[in-house]
């Protein structure tokens, strides 16, 4: 299995500003995901990060509100940007277990970061 | 689209009860389904899965069945413990697809 830190693990912000939320993995993976926890709701998945390319978002989220970076086999942050309080969610970071496509590839979650938005 | 329809919860036991988290599913064709578990301050962990009908998942004393002919895929124990107090996923990767969809999660108290 895949051990994967998210930092920070929580933040308060002010809205307006941005924060970005770092997902290192101990092993090197094809592809990254980045899903959103609002509360009482389930994870939603905002976009997925290839390293060596853009990410691909799913409908719903842009880029200029949630970019990504994808610098390496083993690490992506995800920046909430211009922040309201209606983006206070857990955010995670998970990659496959084997290979992506497959349709019995499970995944592996951090401990997700919760932000805070006031 | 693919979506997932778990109960609400909380759902409150007494120890030793029986447990059954419902979970039914929208999916083009035949996904795999997964049930996820997030114990209190801890990540989401895998607990089980099925990738085909009548497939059982099985872990820690839990069971799931992939039922093709309600799209079902209902979580069960026989006898919960306090330790199983957690919040369960239920979710579903469909054909092609990178990411899961999930349920809304279903929170479960275990009372000794």
């Known amino acids: 299995s895949a051990v994967i830190s998210q930092k920070p693990s929580r933040d308060i912000c002010q809205r307006g500003t941005s924060l970005t939320i770092q997902c290192q993995v101990d092993s090197q993976v094809t592809m990254m995901f980045w899903y959103r926890q609002q509360p009482g709701q389930s994870l939603t998945l905002i976009a997925t990060?290839?390293?060596?390319?853009?990410?691909?978002?799913e409908s719903g989220f842009v880029i200029d509100k949630f970019p990504i970076s994808r610098p390496n086999l083993t690490f992506s942050t995800l920046t909430v940007s211009n922040m309201s309080p209606e983006d206070s969610s857990i955010y995670l970071c998970?990659?496959?277990?084997?290979?992506?496509?497959?349709?019995?590839?499970?995944?592996?979650f951090g401990q997700g970061t919760r932000l805070t938005v006031v | 689209g693919n979506s997932v329809t778990q109960m609400e919860g909380p759902v409150t036991l007494s120890e030793e009860a029986f447990l059954t988290i419902n979970c039914t599913y929208t999916a083009t064709g035949y996904p795999s389904l997964f049930w996820y578990v997030q114990y209190p301050g801890e990540g989401l962990q895998l607990l089980l899965k099925a990738t085909k009908a009548d497939d059982k998942g099985s872990n820690k004393g839990f069971e799931a069945t992939y039922r093709k002919e309600t799209t079902s895929f209902h979580l069960e124990k026989g006898s919960v413990q306090v330790s199983d107090s957690a919040v369960y996923f239920c979710?579903?990767?469909?054909?092609?697809?990178?990411?899961?969809?999930f349920g809304k999660g279903t929170h479960l108290i275990i009372q000794p």
């Open positions: 998970s990659v496959p277990s084997g290979a992506p496509l497959l349709l019995n590839t499970e995944a592996f």
């Open positions: 990060a290839n390293q060596g390319s853009e990410a691909t978002y």
């Open positions: 979710a579903l990767k469909g054909r092609g697809a990178d990411g899961l969809t």
